[in-house]
């Protein structure tokens, strides 16, 4: 009887699998006894870089309070929560640098702040969610309250909801006849250097809400807030369309990033 080539340790004909992340010892088929495998979780976990610095910057905000950071180490506190596993100090110098200042990376949206390394779609979107916690927590400050009391509170509500804005954005917030704010509406948004605004949908508005007064408000995305020619004449042709009607227009703030300016103030109404 013939006998047949022996097979080699690369023949497909050995009873077990050489696949190198499922593979059988071999020297358990030839009855030697295999060395026990060290596992991985067995391992002692390497202690990243970065977290002592973690610890340090908790410790220095909890004794000191946030005087004690600069504004990327104020935003890298709040990436360790959204980014667990990774070193936040790069990421939170980069925003900063791209978009100037702690105000710009929270205005800037979720589609530009992703274009920073390290920065995902789910880190956008919780920025812009802490962003909105924000706004709302200072627009709560107006509720309730005479408006034109609290003037320091208006001008630091409209900063944070429209200062970093790209595109123009036309607001207008409608008060009762204590001028205590009824609502707070976007009316329209445009390019990056204009808003189209009608008077008579404005007015038609302020009579559905009961409103007795109005603050226009608007944005200059090229963060001068020196208003224009077409800004002057559009409030009052506004104002003209209100006054018969019983509805007064207070002001016209325009918002820059730097700073604002107001057609009252300026008086150019």
């Given at each position: 009887?013939?006998?047949?080539?022996?097979?080699?340790?690369?023949?497909?004909?050995?009873?077990?699998?050489?696949?190198?992340?499922?593979?059988?010892?071999?020297?358990?088929?030839?009855?030697?006894p295999a060395k026990a495998a060290i596992s991985k979780a067995a391992l002692p976990a390497k202690e990243e870089?970065?977290?002592?610095?973690?610890?340090?910057?908790?410790?220095?905000?909890?004794?000191?309070?946030?005087?004690?950071?600069?504004?990327?180490?104020?935003?890298?506190?709040?990436?360790?929560?959204?980014?667990?596993?990774?070193?936040?100090?790069?990421?939170?110098?980069?925003?900063?640098?791209?978009?100037?200042?702690?105000?710009?990376?929270?205005?800037?949206?979720?589609?530009?702040?992703?274009?920073?390394?390290?920065?995902?779609?789910?880190?956008?979107?919780?920025?812009?969610?802490?962003s909105s916690l924000s706004h709302r927590a200072l627009k709560s400050e107006l509720r309730g309250k005479q408006?034109?009391?609290?003037?320091?509170?208006?001008?630091?509500?409209?900063?944070?909801?429209?200062?970093?804005?790209?595109?123009?954005?036309?607001?207008?917030?409608?008060?009762?006849?204590?001028?205590?704010?009824?609502?707070?509406?976007?009316?329209?948004?445009?390019?990056?250097?204009?808003?189209?605004?009608?008077?008579?949908?404005?007015?038609?508005?302020?009579?559905?809400?009961?409103?007795?007064?109005?603050?226009?408000?608007?944005?200059?995305?090229?963060?001068?807030?020196?208003?224009?020619?077409?800004?002057?004449?559009?409030?009052?042709?506004?104002?003209?369309?209100?006054?018969?009607?019983?509805?007064?227009?207070?002001?016209?703030?325009?918002?820059?990033?730097?700073?604002?300016?107001?057609?009252k103030g300026l008086r150019l109404i």
């Open positions: 009887m013939a006998k047949g080539p022996v097979p080699q340790s690369g023949d497909s004909e050995l009873p077990f699998d050489m696949d190198e992340d499922i593979a059988v010892d071999e020297r358990a088929f030839f009855g030697q870089h970065y977290h002592g610095h973690r610890e340090r910057l908790r410790s220095r905000f909890r004794e000191h309070g946030d005087t004690a950071l600069a504004d990327y180490e104020i935003l890298e506190l709040l990436l360790f929560r959204l980014i667990p596993r990774r070193d936040t100090k790069p990421i939170a110098k980069a925003l900063i640098d791209r978009f100037g200042s702690l105000a710009g990376v929270f205005g800037a949206p979720a589609a530009l702040l992703q274009e920073v390394k390290g920065v995902g779609e789910a880190v956008a979107l919780d920025l812009k969610l802490i408006v034109l009391s609290s003037w320091s509170s208006v001008i630091q509500y409209c900063h944070a909801a429209m200062a970093h804005e790209t595109r123009e954005q036309f607001r207008i917030l409608f008060l009762d006849k204590r001028n205590a704010l009824i609502a707070d509406e976007v009316q329209g948004r445009g390019t990056v250097d204009h808003t189209p605004v009608y008077p008579r949908e404005v007015v038609k508005r302020a009579l559905e809400l009961s409103a007795t007064a109005l603050i226009l408000v608007h944005n200059h995305p090229s963060g001068d807030p020196t208003p224009s020619r077409a800004d002057i004449e559009m409030t009052k042709m506004i104002i003209d369309a209100a006054k018969p009607l019983g509805i007064s227009v207070h002001d016209h703030i325009i918002i820059g990033k730097d700073g604002q300016a107001s057609l």
